[in-house]
């Protein structure tokens, strides 16, 4: 049986695993993150571990906020916070390889459903100085298609009532920042780190939203004094499995009860706006700091998280477990190829088309990581919340320009079609979204369109109804040309199957 990892065994690590080069015991919080997930420790966590050792500035120690679960401070409190990152690849030979680092940036991990207060006092601390989050499109309370925040969400009714115990992302966020107010405080970053267009924008005004709610001096003074930098993140970091965690372990040589996998290839961009300074994020192997995000975060939208998802939907309906299996198989990625050259790549005007090229080549390299077994079920979660930003801003820009949007409905469709929940060997699974109840709903009233209608108009009134649901397609239900493509493209996966759809268009 391994000891547990912790500080005491950073001295005793095999050679071939990297550490951080500093005293851990001088590190002192000057980061709050809210949702210590996989990503967030493969990725933020892992660049402000570099960036302390690079620049000997400790001050810049993470508490991480576990939202709900206690699972990751359950693993790490016993560890003092230290975790494994694997990066994984193929090497020359075809077989797997991997590189292990021991991280050391992360101070303490508390979870806010069992000590709400305690985040707030931690948002309201004099050396915290910015306040991340990676909590996912659905932790945000907001509608996809409209970018408003959801006064009837149960969270944010609940933490309007009740300040002193807030649930949600956004209530933490606003109730810290009352406190660090009265207290007369200074003003701290608010930096959003999901895959959300114009995410600072975005986080900036659901803050300000929920703070005229509360009061209204505190929406001034946020609005004033906190900034919102927008950025792009981008890594492939699957779910940890137990056969990770038990030869990460061996090879480190001690217990580690949760380390993260990860590719090599990491990308993040940052706008330089930050109220009270912050890391040497920009060492090498870090962040780049921009003046304006929008394009970069446009061209990872668009060029991987689009094709990402399109990979998921149809390999999982296909029955295929990973999406490295769904790019190995021939049509789809045919289909997925056309998809970024023809009607993505078009729409990321001012890149030269040899940029775009490279890009996409090195996607489908990314994506085709034999050594990183990325659940299609984990890349499908959430659709309502990632198809519009990574999709449909796409389908809108080449419908306004008169331009085809074939290939980009079939990736629509696909997921319209995966919320069946089962593929076609006849495997059930749950459909895992913050809005599955009504997209069930949805579907009900879908078919009972499509049966009430006549034979020859079944698959337009299936995909008017489905088109319609504004929370997801907005105004796209009254675009005659998108719900014709998708009525033709939900029919063939219905009748037909995955491959004769993808077949169809590439």
């Known amino acids: 049986m391994l000891e547990r990892l912790n500080s005491k065994s950073l001295s005793h690590l095999p050679a071939?695993?990297?550490?951080?080069?500093?005293?851990?015991?001088?590190?002192?919080?000057?980061?709050?993150?809210?949702?210590?997930?996989a990503f967030h420790r493969a990725h933020q966590a892992l660049v402000t571990d570099l960036a302390m050792q690079a620049s000997g500035d400790l001050s810049w120690g993470i508490l991480g906020v576990s939202l709900r679960s206690p699972a990751v401070r359950d693993a790490l409190a016993p560890?003092?916070?230290?975790y494994t990152l694997a990066t994984r690849d193929a090497g020359p030979d075809g077989q797997p390889r991997e590189a292990l680092r021991v991280v050391g940036s992360v101070l303490r991990v508390m979870v806010a459903e069992e000590d709400p207060n305690a985040v707030l006092e931690r948002i309201a601390y004099p050396q915290t100085r910015i306040v991340s989050l990676t909590v996912t499109e659905k932790g945000y309370c907001h509608e996809p298609a409209s970018g408003l925040l959801r006064w009837d969400d149960a969270d944010i009714l609940h933490d309007l009532a009740h300040p002193e115990a807030p649930r949600s992302a956004i209530g933490m966020l606003v109730h810290g920042l009352s406190l660090r107010r009265e207290r007369g405080l200074p003003p701290v970053t608010l930096l959003s780190c999901d895959n959300l267009p114009s995410n600072g924008d975005t986080l900036r005004k659901l803050v300000l939203a929920f703070a005229l709610r509360v009061d209204p001096m505190l929406t001034a003074w946020i609005?004033?004094?906190?900034?919102?930098?927008?950025?792009?993140?981008?890594?492939?970091?699957?779910?940890?499995?137990?056969?990770?965690?038990?030869?990460?372990?061996?090879?480190?040589?001690?217990?580690?009860?949760?380390?993260?996998?990860?590719?090599?290839?990491?990308?993040?961009?940052?706008?330089?706006?930050?109220a009270a300074g912050r890391p040497a994020w920009d060492v090498p192997?870090?962040?780049?700091?921009?003046?304006?995000?929008?394009?970069?975060?446009?061209?990872?939208?668009?060029?991987?998280?689009?094709p990402h998802s399109a990979f998921a939907y149809l390999?999982?309906?296909?029955?295929?477990?990973?999406?490295?299996?769904?790019?190995?198989?021939?049509g789809l990625r045919r289909y997925v190829?056309?998809?970024i050259r023809t009607e993505i790549a078009p729409t990321l005007r001012g890149i030269p088309e040899a940029g775009l090229d490279e890009y996409r080549q090195r996607f489908l390299a990314r994506v085709s990581n034999p050594a990183l077994p990325h659940l299609t079920h984990q890349v499908a979660m959430d659709g309502s919340q990632k198809v519009p930003p990574r999709l449909l801003a796409a389908v809108r820009e080449r419908l306004r320009r008169g331009e085809s949007i074939e290939l980009l409905a079939l990736a629509?469709?696909?997921?319209?079609?995966?919320?069946?929940?089962?593929?076609?060997?006849?495997?059930?699974?749950?459909?895992?979204?913050?809005?599955?109840?009504?997209?069930?709903?949805?579907?009900?009233?879908?078919?009972?369109?499509?049966?009430?209608?006549?034979?020859?108009?079944?698959?337009?009134?299936?995909?008017?109804?489905?088109?319609?649901?504004?929370?997801?397609?907005?105004?796209?239900?009254?675009?005659?040309?998108f719900v014709?493509?998708?009525?033709?493209?939900?029919?063939?996966?219905?009748?037909?199957?995955?491959?004769?759809?993808?077949?169809?268009?590439?």
């Open 16 to 37: 071939g695993v990297e550490r951080p080069a500093y005293d851990r015991e001088r590190l002192t919080p000057g980061i709050v993150h809210l949702g210590l997930g």
């Open 285 to 306: 192997g870090g962040a780049t700091f921009v003046g304006n995000a929008a394009p970069y975060e446009r061209l990872k939208l668009r060029m991987v998280n689009a």
């Open 337 to 339: 190829d056309t998809l």
């Open 223 to 274: 609005d004033a004094h906190c900034t919102f930098p927008n950025s792009m993140v981008d890594r492939i970091v699957p779910a940890t499995r137990d056969e990770d965690r038990q030869r990460i372990s061996e090879r480190v040589g001690f217990q580690d009860a949760w380390p993260v996998v990860a590719e090599p290839y990491l990308n993040w961009v940052i706008e330089d706006k930050f």
């Open 412 to 481: 629509v469709a696909a997921w319209l079609h995966y919320l069946r929940g089962y593929d076609e060997t006849g495997a059930r699974y749950a459909v895992q979204d913050p809005l599955a109840a009504q997209l069930a709903r949805m579907l009900e009233r879908a078919e009972v369109a499509a049966r009430a209608a006549a034979p020859s108009q079944a698959a337009h009134r299936r995909a008017l109804v489905l088109a319609g649901y504004r929370p997801v397609f907005g105004d796209l239900g009254k675009k005659p040309d």
């Open 315 to 330: 390999g999982a309906m296909l029955g295929i477990k990973t999406n490295s299996e769904a790019a190995a198989n021939p």
């Open 79 to 82: 560890q003092d916070g230290l």
């Open 484 to 506: 014709a493509a998708m009525a033709r493209h939900l029919e063939t996966l219905r009748e037909h199957g995955v491959m004769r759809a993808v077949q169809g268009v590439a």
